[in-house]
């Protein structure tokens, strides 16, 4: 049995392990070579692929992600480090204009095997800079996967299949789970678009995905208590989602809660609430509830930040609500 | 540090043998017919959209281009039909691209803005301007890493100098010793606007500054673009970034059906004097050329682009259900919807 | 009374008039002020008012927003005009970081009275870097609003209220919609939120912005014929949209196809859906259906565009099938 | 263009007043204190999130904020604390900021990488590098078109230099002549990197390119800051941009708990010859001020940052309710939700 790894380690090593697998695989970053990464995601692997495949960049990230595109066209597989999520507002173009768009609006001549990691989330107090939860715009953008590994076994497997799939994938990571302990298995199969049932139930189904699935668990452990068994969907991918376990956990339960640490309103959680009431609308007992962050920037001081985090209380209530 | 390109000793530009320049010479010719055919088919409504011409500019993608390997790579801007063409696309593919039919080189999705030939290295003509640097900058990477022995080349015009892409690449550029020119085509004009009411700056002064070589050269003459690009090319290949500043003229507007009013009556009329065209065709006459053999050359292009154009007629317009296949490629990896 | 006007010139008549208003109004953009603008939304206003407030910039997008919310904490209301919408992809940092969060993040201390304006949209054949509708990603940011003008009258009253507005506001155009003609009224309300109902009916609400408003119209012709009354709420803001308008209609009609010409998927109708689906639950007598663009670039071709693009025929399916 | 501000006679660091000199001694020991008691209370846990202080760098706050006006606005950075400071925010609203409380400047929503005075042009420091150049650019466009007077800095990192922001403001200042001050703030590292190593240009290259004024001063030297600033910040009120680079020295890691590995021992070892502090005190010991004149310079600072940090630790978390309503500006116009 191997030692328990850190979620921050799965992910160094599925890097490595990928750039061992394919010579095509790089990365690129702030700080990522020689200091082994702002959150030590990329420990160790300058040692051991080199200065070529492992590079330190300027604070550049406009051009750096559009170096990652060119590479990806010129036959690598370039892992772009975006420090924080916030800062992927100065790489828009790159990611939505240029790598989305190339296969399809070069007649299916290319791909762009790249990854763009980024992390989200709060929870450390770092304020509204450095928190945004932005995943709803990538997974607005046709060409682009979106992935956020919630655990730490996905957290290697899922950025596994992210570096394999040929197009550009977003992968998100929460910077609240870094420290997170768990097992891998470097042989789980390495998928695209399938989400896992983190816990089995019958009367409501709460859909998340992230950080998020925490605060679900904890519900779904208060609900227990109270008799009231809740499925829980970990989503996983984002783009694309798994509209077959979504609809089947809801043709179960007939109510469903879609939790998420991103801001609510024009959220993910919006286009799955949306295709649920349209295409699951007869399975449907209740509401369509959810719940996400307010409207509102995240702020920096503990009392704000902690009143803005969704957590287990509203999904608890959420869900009490599509049974009342 | 790459070492300073002054240093290098130039090939005379009246050094180049007399095939070559007809070869530069034909495919100068040929972006000329084309680009004079589209503007036509344009104001004849038969392409969709807006189109950017080159027409004046086509010694540089002559030259630029022509100096390039199999193994290199480039990427171009909105007014890209000139690099595109140089390289060597099927002119049919071509056509029927910007016709936007089905048979289009990509399949009719970029039209004019995003002709693309991977095959050849095209790493694109893009809607965005300035972003072709970033993707050439990254392509200069993967030559190095894969160590393929490519060069990658950026072409941008003089307005877009004005985009922070350019300082973040001549940096990255730099500091990696990337195999890597960049290419300006300076033609005076920023869409509507002088550049020089638009960028206070020069590029041989922002060069110096990363320590990345300049040369300028007369961007209508095309030995000269020729012999410089060859000279900046290869020594890329070894020695990290080089500039080359092409000074050129937009015969037509920013795009076509532009009226130019900005434009003074007196500048249009003096473009032709400087015409590439004309000046090739002059030298090759000097060197023995028959007048016929170039009259010659001006038919046979004629007729490859009639053949080119009657191909892109005939050809069907795309079908939607096939496009959306392209969206993401096809993977084993379990996928979703 | 007034002969009607274009779009295009009822935009530059608001700039115009807001200039005149109030020596703080400033505009900046790519050939705004000698060419008149790329789409002559800011013809004559150079001469007008001079070339230190209608100031032509180098492409430089990023910093040219970001020096508008500099200028907007330094006493200006600077108006920016993002040429194509796609290349707002350039600017995001300054809108979403900086001009969004200001007022927030700086307790209070300031307002960010500036505007983007921006054309989206398809229907010239532009190309998928030139065509794209990214609205959503603006709504999804607390501290800005987002406002889609789709008549001629509005085109002038919105982007005055946005002008007047002490906050950021984007306010997307439709390069489609430049030409259209139409009357405005200098001194009509300057509502921030407010939507319109363009047509009553009991039967069916379609909730649409932008130019698909007149696809909108044109379904419900038809389905007039068939004895189906449509209503038609015109959104015009998407952030804050109005709810109240639209709850009404839904409580009203009991169902409801949400319209619009951005990629449907995550886009600005998900929310109005997920948010009818858990507050207007009870109103509902058939899933919420929506019509947006597919899950794919916009292509280039005629063919392609056209088979794009949401039209009064999805539409008319749409309400059709909600009444089935 | 602006005029070369190397022709400029300027004004001899040496003759600043002693009490101007003490005056920005003061300033810095109240940033030393500051940052010294922050990193404290950081260790401690009293502080949420993460700081960047500005230890041996206190004499580019001191110097050029000292060199503005009251009209005058500037932006800063990540690592801001000294330019507020400097600008004379109130202690007690910065202790109650950066330690997320209600009564905080920015109500302890921003914190240390978001600390803002509107009141006194300071337009926040920032967390997302090289953003405050366009801000500043802007600032100075409103400066010149109200005719305030005013001119407006732009603080940025060496690291920051790798952002296509400073390629885009030095234009747009350079081209519009706008008042501004470009100081960059060069501590040689960028996070954990030498910036050696991420960037290939330097300012005063790059400042020639666009024609804009460079100056590089001493940073650890108070009075040559002083009086460099001041010579920029007049020559750019009426004559268009300048650059100031200071060369100074980050004491600390990159984030308080860095342990700074990273980092030569050597290195840190030798900070403290160039205080910034000591400096400054030896300068005025030898213009005859009085060793206890200093020490009591210190008493009294710290017992400003006393009473401030008590007030900051009796002060209230603040309200998430209170906290909503300024998302929004309230407005007569119409509202919706
Ligand atoms: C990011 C971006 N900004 C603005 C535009 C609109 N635009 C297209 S071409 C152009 C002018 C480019 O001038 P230059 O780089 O000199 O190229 P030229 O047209 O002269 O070949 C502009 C502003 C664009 N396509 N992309
Ligand atoms: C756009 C952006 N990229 C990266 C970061 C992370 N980051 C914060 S400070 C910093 C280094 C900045 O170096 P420099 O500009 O020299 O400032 P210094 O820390 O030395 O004061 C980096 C990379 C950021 N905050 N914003
Ligand atoms: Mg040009
Ligand atoms: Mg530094």
Known sequence: MPKPLRYVNAVAQALNDAMAADPAVMLMGEDVAAAGGPFKATRGLLDAHGPERVRDTPISEASLVGAAVGAALTGMKPVVEIMFMDFVTLAMDAVVNQAAKARFMFGGQCSVPMVLRTPHGGGLNAGPQHSQCLEAWFAHIPGLRVVCPATVADAYSLLRAAIEAPDPVVVVENKALYALQGDIDVNAPREVGKARIDRAGRDATIVTYGATLYAARAAADRLAAEGIEAEIIDLRWIQPWDEEAVFASVAKTHRVVIAHEAVQAFGVGAEIAARIASDAFDDLDAPVLRVGAPFMPIAFAKTLEAAYLPDADRIVAAVKSTLA | ?337
């Open chain 2, 1 to 337: 540090m790459p070492s300073s390109a002054a240093q290098a000793d130039p090939i005379p530009a009246n050094s180049i043998p007399t095939d070559r320049r007809l070869a530069l010479h034909r495919t100068m010719q040929t972006i000329r017919a084309t680009e004079t055919t589209l503007s036509r088919l344009f104001a004849d409504g038969e392409i969709p959209g807006f189109i950017h011409l080159s027409v004046g500019q086509e010694a540089v993608a002559a030259g630029v281009v022509g100096a390039l390997g199999p193994q290199d790579s480039f990427a171009t801007t909105h007014r890209g039909h000139g690099h595109v063409l140089a390289r060597g696309v099927r002119l049919d593919l071509f056509f029927k691209e910007i016709m936007g039919r089905a048979g289009g080189i990509c399949g009719g999705r970029g039209g004019s803005m995003h002709v693309a030939d991977l095959s050849l290295g095209v790493l694109g003509a893009n809607g965005i301007v300035g972003a072709g640097l970033p993707l050439a900058t990254g392509s200069a990477l993967a030559h190095q890493t894969r160590r393929t022995g490519g060069v990658a080349v950026a072409f941008f015009g003089d307005g877009a100098m004005a985009e922070g892409a350019l300082h973040e690449c001549l940096n990255m550029a730099a500091l990696w010793t990337l195999p890597m020119v960049f290419v300006c085509e300076n033609n005076g004009w920023s869409e509507f606007s002088p550049t020089s009411t638009q960028f206070a700056a020069t590029l041989d002064k922002l060069g110096a500054a990363f320590g990345v070589p300049h040369r300028r050269v007369d961007g209508n003459d095309v030995a000269a673009v020729a012999e410089a690009a060859a000279e900046v090319v290869e020594a890329a290949r070894g020695g990290g970034p080089r500039i080359l500043e092409c000074l050129t003229t937009r015969w037509h507007g920013h795009f076509e059906g532009d009226p130019q009013r900005y434009r003074n009556a007196d500048e249009i009329a003096g473009l032709p004097q400087n015409d590439p065209l004309r000046r090739s065709a002059e030298a090759l006459l000097a060197a023995g050329v028959e007048e016929s053999a170039l009259a010659a050359l001006v038919d046979s292009v004629d007729a490859e682009i009639r053949d080119a154009l009657e191909a892109a007629r005939a050809d069907a317009l795309p079908d939607a259900d096939a496009a959306f296949r392209d969206v993401y490629t096809p993977t084993t990896l379990t996928a979703g919807a």
